[in-house]
């Protein structure tokens, strides 16, 4: 099974800040990833894919990198609004997938 | 509108059964996987399952195969997720998603959730 580990798992920040979650993989995952966001009593909603491909309506502050076994993703400019729990996941070994164990993203 | 609708919360004892449901609406329902997505009180997402409703082909994650059985019935467009007999630990939020159409493997679209309380 491809284990996926997401640092850090919770995080302080300011609104306006650059804030960024590491999601690393057991074995390369060729940019089979994706983010999710959730927020409290709502279902996850997937925010990029493919690593770096945005979701149709996310707003383009939220952004992905990475290759191999380590991806990144990014937000630029937290608002308000982005205060939740993100998840990675990953699809290279499907349909076996996997996710990381969430990083909270609380307000400081 | 394209969506899915879970069934409501329920309540059970240790020892029975439930069957719980997913309704997709507003898409080919037998042309995308539907997967299951178990998240326990304050933890996070873990995988269960999928099903492809037009075949019912079906895949399970080891740590649930034979825990649960996941089906469909494509002629109304809903899957289902059942236990024969449900435990305490099985007390969750559960999700279900569609996966993408294409050869990706992420869940672009989630019901809300059923939540399931097993208490004696």
């Known amino acids: 099974d491809i284990q996926m580990t997401q640092s850090p798992s919770s995080l302080s920040a300011s609104v306006g800040d650059r804030v960024t979650i590491t999601c690393r993989a057991s074995q390369g995952i060729s940019n089979s990833l994706a983010w999710y966001q959730q927020k409290p009593g709502k279902a996850p909603k997937l925010l990029l894919y493919?690593?770096?491909r945005l979701e149709s309506g996310v707003p383009s502050r939220f952004s992905g990198s990475g290759s191999g076994t380590d991806y990144t993703l990014t937000i630029s400019s937290l608002q308000p609004e982005d205060f939740a729990t993100y998840y990675c996941?990953?699809?290279?070994?499907?349909?076996?997938?996997?996710f990381g164990q969430g990083t909270k993203l609380e307000i400081k | 509108e394209v969506q899915l609708v879970q069934s409501g919360a329920e309540v059970k004892k240790p020892g029975e059964s439930l069957k719980i449901s997913c309704k997709g609406s507003?898409?080919?329902?037998?042309?995308?996987?539907i997967g299951w997505v178990r998240q326990m009180p304050g933890k996070g997402l873990e995988w269960m399952g999928i099903i492809y409703p037009g075949d019912s082909d079906t895949r399970y994650s080891p740590s649930f195969q034979g825990q649960v059985t996941i089906s469909a019935d494509k002629s109304i467009s809903t899957a289902y997720l059942q236990w024969s007999s449900l435990k305490a630990s099985d007390t969750a939020m559960y999700y279900c998603a569609r996966r993408d159409y294409g050869d990706g493997g992420y869940f672009d679209l989630w019901g809300r959730g059923t939540l399931v309380t097993v208490s004696s």
């Open positions: 996941q990953q699809y290279y070994s499907t349909p076996l997938y996997s």
């Open positions: 507003g898409y080919s329902f037998t042309s995308y996987w």
């Open positions: 493919a690593a770096s």
